[in-house]
């Protein structure tokens, strides 16, 4: 399994991190990309996290998912951004797995793959301008083969709801219970 988590300045730190951890913690292949030629790339906080590839070098055929992280500056890069944009598309052509946090699905939004039902950091649903907004979802809403989040206090939840889909309940039960998640 491999599954691609871009980076671009201004991502939401805890939500990544949160991605990053849990997938790895689950045996997953976690690529994570810069949208440039940095290999550091700095968060809305200010913590700078390390990439290893651009996403320019990464093609859908070899990703099993591809998760956004929010942070509003980030998003923006994100949905203006050719190679994510380009991925997206290419991803929900061939049903493959796509899932966002907070901001993220305003990026999705762009790319025009966001189904019908979603949820997303409050506000940013304003920015959608799209009917299906899941406000008073829990923790993660789930359509066809769309994933998303609201935001930071959702990303162990949202993170362990990919471990469940990638790679099955018993997975998911043991890491849940693993890092004391048994709020999700």
Same mark, same amino acid.
């Given at each position: 399994?491999?599954?691609?988590?871009?980076?671009?300045?201004?991502?939401?730190?805890?939500?990544?991190?949160?991605?990053?951890?849990?997938?790895?913690?689950?045996?997953?292949? #976690?690529?994570?990309?810069? *949208?440039?030629?940095? @290999? $550091?790339?700095? &968060?809305?906080? !200010?913590?700078?996290?390390?990439? +290893?590839?651009?996403?320019?070098? #990464?093609?859908?055929?070899? *990703?099993?998912?591809? @998760? $956004?992280?929010? &942070?509003?500056? !980030?998003?923006?890069?994100?949905? +203006?951004?050719?190679?994510?944009?380009?991925?997206?598309?290419?991803?929900?052509?061939?049903?493959?797995?796509?899932?966002?946090?907070?901001?993220?699905?305003?990026?999705?939004?762009?790319?025009?793959?966001?189904?019908?039902?979603?949820?997303?950091?409050?506000?940013?649903?304003?920015?959608?301008?799209?009917?299906?907004?899941?406000?008073?979802?829990?923790?993660?809403?789930?359509?066809?083969?769309?994933?998303?989040?609201?935001?930071?206090?959702?990303?162990?939840?949202?993170?362990?709801?990919?471990?469940?889909?990638?790679?099955?309940?018993?997975?998911?039960?043991?890491?849940?219970?693993?890092?004391?998640?048994?709020?999700?």
């Amino acid at each position: 399994m491999k599954v691609l988590v871009p980076l671009a300045k201004g991502f939401e730190e805890i939500e990544a991190v949160s991605i990053i951890d849990i997938l790895r913690r689950a045996e997953i292949e #976690v690529l994570v990309a810069s *949208l440039n030629n940095d @290999v $550091l790339v700095q &968060g809305t906080n !200010g913590i700078s996290v390390q990439t +290893d590839y651009q996403v320019k070098d #990464v093609s859908s055929h070899e *990703l099993d998912m591809i @998760v $956004l992280p929010g &942070g509003w500056d !980030g998003t923006h890069a994100l949905a +203006d951004d050719k190679n994510v944009q380009k991925l997206l598309k290419e991803m929900d052509e061939k049903g493959k797995n796509i899932a966002a946090i907070c901001a993220a699905p305003y990026a999705l939004n762009r790319a025009g793959v966001l189904k019908s039902k979603y949820t997303c950091y409050p506000s940013v649903e304003d920015d959608i301008k799209k009917d299906g907004y899941q406000g008073d979802a829990n923790m993660v809403v789930e359509d066809e083969n769309i994933m998303t989040s609201r935001g930071p206090a959702t990303a162990i939840c949202f993170a362990l709801s990919i471990v469940k889909k990638l790679k099955g309940e018993e997975m998911y039960q043991n890491l849940k219970a693993g890092v004391l998640a048994t709020y999700c």
